[in-house]
């Protein structure tokens, strides 16, 4: 299994980065997939769920500006994150399970400026 994580860099606050992950390796429409964060000093962090059949969970912090979403086709997980706040800096990771064991993504730094 393999997962390539993309699309982050700097932005300035209020912007907006869409960040994607393409999946190898696995029947990727079976399988739910989650984007962590992990800042500077902090634990790693639940950002956003999409179930293999679309259905989505947000943590607080990511509701009503984060749009997590797949594309099965091409298989590939999406991160829409709009308003971007200072606090938002982390790495971001993306990651399924598959027999039994947890995948990660190598992660794509989003660094948000004041």
């Known amino acids: 299994v393999q997962l390539q994580a993309s699309g982050g860099g700097l932005v300035q606050a209020g912007g907006s980065l869409r960040l994607s992950c393409a999946a190898s390796?696995?029947?990727?429409?079976?399988?739910?997939m989650d984007w962590y964060r992990q800042a500077p000093g902090k634990q790693r962090e639940l950002v956003a769920s999409?179930?293999?059949?679309?259905?989505?969970t947000y943590s607080d912090f990511a509701k009503e500006r984060f749009t997590i979403s797949r594309d099965n086709v091409w298989r590939r997980l999406y991160l829409q994150m709009n308003s971007l706040k200072p606090e938002d800096t982390a790495v971001y990771y993306c990651?399924?399970?598959?027999?039994?064991?947890?995948?990660w993504g190598q992660g794509t730094q989003v660094t948000v400026s004041s």
């Open positions: 990651k399924t399970q598959a027999r039994n064991a947890n995948f």
């Open positions: 390796g696995i029947n990727f429409r079976n399988h739910a």
């Open positions: 999409i179930s293999s059949g679309g259905s989505t």
